[in-house]
């Protein structure tokens, strides 16, 4: 065998082994992004143990922000005359929604299931476009569809809870 071939083997192979590690490496900082940008709400939704809950009835919003009315429903929680929350597709001026207070604020977040998955929405989308890049870069189809079937699964759910 001619030693040209055996180098042009060698080649495409660190070639190869360079695509796949650089598009896995790509693949999990999306992911690890998603993970990021959602724990910082779903931390509050979801580990609820010790924490104020209750109820706000929206009756101001502002660009980025509505506010309201906070009634406690756990014990050790206090009532508020007015608590924020995010402004976003999910509240409504004149709704009551069920929320959780974030510890030494008077900023609340959705809580129950609408909560949790909106929460996790940012995953959503980081599994839509990690899907994009193994299915390209690693050119695994299977796994591609299924990272893009978990993220339209979850967007659609918090679309329908929401």
Known sequence: MPSAVVSSQG????????????????????????????WGTAHHVMLTKGRESGTIKVTRCGADTCSGPYTPVSEGSRARESVVIDKSVAVRKGQTYT????PGSDDVVRSGPAGVLYAWVPMGGALLLASVVVAGGLRRSRLAWVLAGSGVALLTA????V
């Open 158 to 161: 918090a679309f329908v809870t």
């Open 11 to 38: 080649a495409v192979a660190a070639l190869r082994f360079g695509r796949v590690a650089a598009m896995g490496t790509v693949a999990v900082l999306i992911l690890i992004a998603g993970v990021w940008a959602s």
């Open 99 to 102: 929320v959780v207070v974030k």
